[in-house]
């Protein structure tokens, strides 16, 4: 159950149903409870969709078994998780997963310094947080940072000309490579990114306009 405050118990009453039918414009129960049971069963298999994805990305690392190496963490940054009934939180929590789980309800731009000064090395980031160009260019610069040599970064949206543009500046500029391109639909496009082995060493003022 997400305790959101928006979730409403469907009335057990044929009344009630009827008022809510008509509320919601179906012509009469049959219809409402049939659009309502559609509805429910595509979010239960999004529900079941994700939270397989969250094990086989977590299963990827043979050092993850039940309850063993409580030291590899996934970091999750978001400071709106519970703008969204902090559903992520809950679904991690159900895969079992939550001691793996290092969250951070703060925006990137305050946790990623933070982690950088405490020398923390990832391998691996998924970012799909703020958009615009100044917040996702910090994002990379930051990642490009705290990640080993030749990791990987996902990054979502890249349709989007901020995100573009802030890659655009990596690869020119910092050497960084683009691994692979894709679409989700025409609307929505990836990218994934490889960083440079080792950084690039530049003169005081190497700049490559991107
Ligand atoms: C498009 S949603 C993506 C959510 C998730 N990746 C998914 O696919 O379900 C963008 C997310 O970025 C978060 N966000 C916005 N500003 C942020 C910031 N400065 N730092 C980190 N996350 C941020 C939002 O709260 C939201 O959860």
Known sequence: MIEDQQTHEIPKSREGLAHIACFMGFDDVEAFST?????????????????????????????????????????????????????ALQL????????????????????????????????????????????VFVDLI???????????????DYQLSSIGKAVAFCVRNLGWSIEEEGTANEHHHWVALRTP??????????FVDF
């Open 92 to 135: 991690v929590d159900e895969a079992g997963l939550r001691d793996h789980l290092e969250f951070y309800e703060e925006p990137s731009e305050m946790v990623l310094p933070r982690l950088l000064a405490d020398r923390r090395r990832f391998d691996f980031a998924f970012v799909d947080g703020n958009h615009r160009f100044d917040w």
């Open 197 to 206: 082995l080792t950084p690039l060493q530049r003169d005081f003022d190497f």
């Open 35 to 87: 659009a309502l049971r559609g509805e429910l069963d595509r979010k239960e298999a999004n529900r079941h969709e994700a939270r397989d994805a969250l094990l086989e990305a977590f299963a990827l690392d043979p050092r993850i078994g039940a309850g063993g190496a409580p030291e590899i963490r996934h970091v999750a940054i978001d400071p709106n998780q519970a703008g969204f009934s902090n559903i």
């Open 142 to 156: 930051y990642l490009g940072r705290l990640l080993r040599g030749g990791a990987v970064i996902f990054l979502d």
